[in-house]
């Protein structure tokens, strides 16, 4: 039987030694490895052609995007003959699990219906904030077939051409949006129960934490508006615990104190709900009582990321990324 040819995709700005590891993760495992730059100005560029890897620069007269990026890469690695079978993207502050790239291919060898198949991500230092300690909770998800996965993802070539690859104008939760096509065209998205790789959220303030909820707000509304049964709780909780219910709050403080004493109400059950969850699902009660403040807070960040889009979006406005770090 021919082995698969598997390639990648890395994509990055300013990633420094990140990137540097991260190519190094996949050398004698991926056959060929092109990284796409999104206007770094670190030296990223000069340490990924060192490491090996074919450099793709992005135009900057054009937003920046992930979506973008990836669709470059994608277009660099299918220009010369043999194509590769497989195509696994990587975000360039991530490394991958040794062996990550055979097993997820064997995978797709078996298995002719999954299009998508993808892994676990843990953060390389989950203590050095509480924010990282929550991305690296939000990364461990269950197995097995799943409606949408992060970037991190192994796509059978053939499949990601025939979809025209990501959308270029979602700027967040692009690779969401991807996999709501693939499963649209037949095909499943599976997890395979196998660490995949290891992520730097490198975020340590409160600042960057309310930029990467506004920026899933700003995701949840897009793709809410291209495929209107993806993401309908998360709206529906981003308009009610962000704007509903605290226009509620206002009036009733104002003319009326019982509503406003149901609406803390309301907001007092909720986090006591996360809490509970949280804490179901194993993390310790103090853990998840740090956990549900923040996410009861990012209904007011994903409410601005919500408005960002849809201002944009009717006033014709280009989709411009929002960025963390």
Known sequence: MTQSIISAVVIGRNEGQRLVNCLASMQGEASRLVYVD??????????????????VLL????????????????????????PPDYVQFVDGDCTLEPGWLTHAARALDATPDIGIITGWRAEI?????????????????????IDACGGDMMVRRDLFARLGGFNPKVIASEDEEFCVRVRDAGFRVNRLPLPM?????????FAQWWQRAVRSGHGFAQVGDLHPGHFVKERRRVWL????????GIVGAVLSWPLFVAVLAIYALSYGRTVKGLH????????AMRHSVLLFLSKFPNLIGAMRY???KRRGWDMEIIEYK
Not at 241 to 248: E, I, M, N, R, S
Not at 280 to 287: C, E, H, S, W
Request: glycine fraction near 8%; include cysteine; aromatic fraction near 8%.
């Open 38 to 55: 999104s206007g770094s100005t670190d030296g990223s560029v000069d340490a990924a052609r060192e490491a090996g890897a074919q450099i």
């Open 59 to 82: 135009d900057t007269s054009e937003p920046f995007s992930a979506a973008r990026a990836r669709n470059a890469g994608f277009a660099a690695l299918t220009t010369d003959l043999p």
């Open 125 to 145: 230092d989950p203590h050095a904030s509480i924010y990282n300690e929550m991305c690296d909770y939000e990364w461990h998800r269950p197995v097995g077939d």
């Open 197 to 205: 790789t290891h992520h730097d959220a490198a975020m340590h303030s």
């Open 241 to 248: 615990f962000g704007a509903v219910l605290p226009f509620l």
């Open 280 to 287: 179901d699902a194993g993390l310790p009660l103090a853990t």
């Open 310 to 312: 849809h201002k944009r």
